[in-house]
């Protein structure tokens, strides 16, 4: 008995001990893996960051082009060592980019939040189109590093959050149509119209009305984007190419902006509005509207509001094709220059050199001032106030689709800058401006002064989508700039060029862009 009671006990010892040795093996139940599920409330692409009701896209796009006879992105030979046409121009100028976009959107009682940024990470050629040392030499030290090989930078375009119709941040103004600057185009150049593609500071709400019919406000930051020149006409302030210098005041209030905007299946209509304030600095300023010690005591313009307006239009739905649409944009402003004399950078001036028929005469030069406003100082026998500048445009484009892999755009633009007056009255803009501009140079006997230009593009882009979200394109374009002067003056432009005769002509150019783009 005293035996089987041992075995007995003995067995169950060994079972705990084995029970026990069996229970450490087991593995820790492990966390459960949360996996990333398919956002279907705003479209293809979204998805939820894990562990939160906030539903995000990432995507963006590849894109190489090189436009040949130009600068980045289809900017024609308008100035610059390109419009002078001289040895050191580059011949083309390419760009690499990879944009990248983040935009995350979470529903609430108050409507949808979103968020959106994008961020342009690229690569150009040194400096731009040019290899002139003089160009070169003007590029900030920090920046020269940009350009060198393994180089490169970050550019923002969208930063811009929205709440229960209000949008804060970087983005198009509520000026813009949904196009800005690209009816059809792939050139960043187009002029005629306001583009604010690459964003501006903006504050904007947007109400809908029902069917289509939209109506937005908003308050823009003018200061990167919506300035182009408040000239001071002081006397020896004019050069080959223009007059005056640039004597824009600090900012002191934001661009009041709206729009109303009809949205349907037939296509849209939109009209938009825009103020702007124009403000001087002073009177008295050195070389390049540099202040001096007399700028303070000298005085100043008063300050003036101009504005511009614009109507623009989409016809989808057309008998040539499936997908096909017309689009296109009228604008008209006054003292806000910048929204007809648009790009999506900087508003350009334009100087452009060529060939001459004119005995004695070494070439022919065209150039057009860009400017909100003029004045000559009441001290330098001017009227002392600011001349508002206007400016007319029109562009527009027809997009065909050839089949599901072709398609081609046919765009134009027309442009007109009016300083207004007459050359010979002083109590004028055009007048004021003249005789600024005239001063120590040698004008021949049929001269005649005239600041007004008008400028003109046509061009072609036919792309090539063998596969999705992978193009090929090639735009080819003509520009015009009609300028007003007649005759000849001895000139000094920018160097190499010489001080010499110049004849006062129209100039054309043109150029080609092609481009290869991934989206994603």
């Not at 490169?152 to 959050?161: K, S």
């Not at 229960?164 to 983005?171: E, Q």
């Not at 008998?319 to 790009?343: E, L, Q």
Request: proline residues 5%.
């Amino acid at each position: 008995m005293k035996m089987v009671k041992s075995l007995i006990l003995g067995s169950a010892a060994g079972l705990l001990a084995m029970s026990g040795a069996q229970a450490a093996d087991l593995p820790v139940k492990a966390k459960a893996v949360e996996y990333v599920r398919i956002c279907s409330l705003y479209g293809a692409g979204f998805f939820y960051i894990p562990g939160t009701d906030t539903c995000i896209k990432l995507g963006g796009y590849l894109r190489v082009d090189t436009t040949f006879n130009g600068s980045t992105y289809g900017q024609p030979a308008w100035s610059g060592d390109l419009g002078q046409g001289n040895r050191y121009r580059d011949y083309y100028d390419a760009r690499s980019r990879m944009a990248l976009t983040v935009d995350t959107r979470t529903a609430t009682e108050y409507g949808v939040v979103r968020t959106f940024a994008q961020g342009d990470f690229q690569f150009d050629m040194f400096g731009g189109p040019t290899s002139n040392p003089t160009a070169v030499a003007a590029l900030p030290a920090s920046s020269v590093t940009l350009y060198s090989p393994g180089g490169g930078y970050v550019a923002v375009e969208y930063v811009f959050l929205q709440f229960a119709g209000f949008t804060f941040g970087k983005s198009s103004s509520a000026y813009a149509t949904p196009w800005n600057g690209y009816p059809g185009n792939n050139s960043s150049n187009l002029l005629g119209g306001e583009d604010t593609v690459t964003g501006v500071n903006n504050i904007q709400y947007t109400a809908q009305f029902g069917n289509g019919v939209s109506g937005s406000i908003g308050l823009d930051d003018p200061s990167a984007f919506n300035r182009t020149a408040v000239l001071n006409l002081a006397p020896a302030s004019g050069s080959a190419i223009g007059a005056g210098a640039n004597a824009y005041a600090g900012v002191h209030a934001p661009d009041v902006v709206g729009n109303i905007r009809v949205d349907q299946a037939w296509g849209l209509f939109q009209i938009s509005g825009e103020a702007h304030e124009v403000d001087g600095s002073y009177n008295i300023l050195g070389a390049g509207g540099v202040p001096t010690a007399l700028s303070e005591i000298s005085g100043h313009p008063e300050t003036k509001w101009g504005g511009s307006v614009m109507a623009a239009l989409q016809i989808k739905n057309i008998p040539t094709g499936a997908g096909d649409d017309i689009k296109m944009d009228a604008s008209f402003a006054k003292g806000d220059t910048k929204n007809v004399i648009s790009t999506s950078g900087a508003s350009p001036s334009f100087a452009m050199f060529g060939s001459t028929g004119r005995p004695g005469a070494y070439q022919s030069i065209g150039f057009g001032q860009t400017a909100d406003a003029v004045y000559l100082p009441a001290i330098f026998g001017g009227t002392g106030d600011l001349k508002l500048v206007e400016s007319y445009g029109f562009r527009g484009a027809f997009n065909h689709n050839w089949d599901p892999y072709w398609s081609s755009s046919l765009f134009g633009t027309a442009s007109a800058v009016r300083y207004g007056g007459s050359s010979t009255d002083i109590t004028s803009a055009k007048g004021q401006w003249c005789a600024s501009y005239v001063i120590g140079k040698a004008v021949s006997a049929d001269f005649s002064c005239n600041p007004d230009y008008n400028v003109f593009q046509v061009g072609l882009v036919t792309r090539w989508t063998p596969v999705k979200n992978l193009t090929f394109s090639a735009e080819a374009a003509w520009f015009r700039l009609d300028q007003k002067f007649t005759g000849a003056a001895t000139l000094a432009p920018s160097a190499p060029k010489p001080t010499t005769v110049y004849e006062y002509k129209s100039q054309d150019t043109a150029y080609l862009n092609v481009r290869v783009q991934r989206n994603f």
